[in-house]
């Protein structure tokens, strides 16, 4: 069983940064691409960056210059690192990954969302 667990979100100023953190455990053979989506109420789930397992990235217009990802393979890990957020800027944050899991082969999965809350 393959389970993707996210952290790092909370309330924060406006012009403050935050830092995601999201972990795959489980029955994992490797992850391919990994990447952050967010949610806002009532708007769709949009993505915000991507990242290979060979480290190429790709981040939506909307948050360049303000967000890096990156990834720890050795610890199965993905990162956000958000800077001089806004208050449109919160929603709730998800991690997606797309792993090869032992007898179940490959599949996306996703985080249970962690919530960030920008301030005025």
């Known amino acids: 069983q393959v389970q993707l667990v996210e952290s790092g979100g909370g309330l924060v100023q406006a012009g403050g940064s935050l830092r995601l953190s999201c972990a795959a455990s489980?029955?994992?053979?490797?992850?391919?691409?990994m990447g952050w989506y967010r949610q806002a109420p009532g708007k769709p789930r949009e993505l915000i960056a991507a990242?290979?397992?060979?480290?190429?990235?790709n981040y939506v217009d909307s948050m360049k210059g303000r967000v890096t990802i990156s990834r720890d393979n050795a610890k199965n890990t993905v990162y956000l690192q958000m800077n001089s957020l806004k208050p449109e800027d919160t929603a709730v944050y998800y991690c997606?990954?797309?792993?090869?899991?032992?007898?179940?082969?490959?599949?996306?999965?996703w985080g249970q969302g962690t919530q960030v809350i920008v301030s005025s």
């Open positions: 990242i290979t397992s060979f480290g190429s990235t």
């Open positions: 997606k990954a797309d792993i090869w899991g032992v007898a179940v082969g490959r599949r996306d999965y």
């Open positions: 489980g029955s994992i053979l490797s992850i391919t691409s």
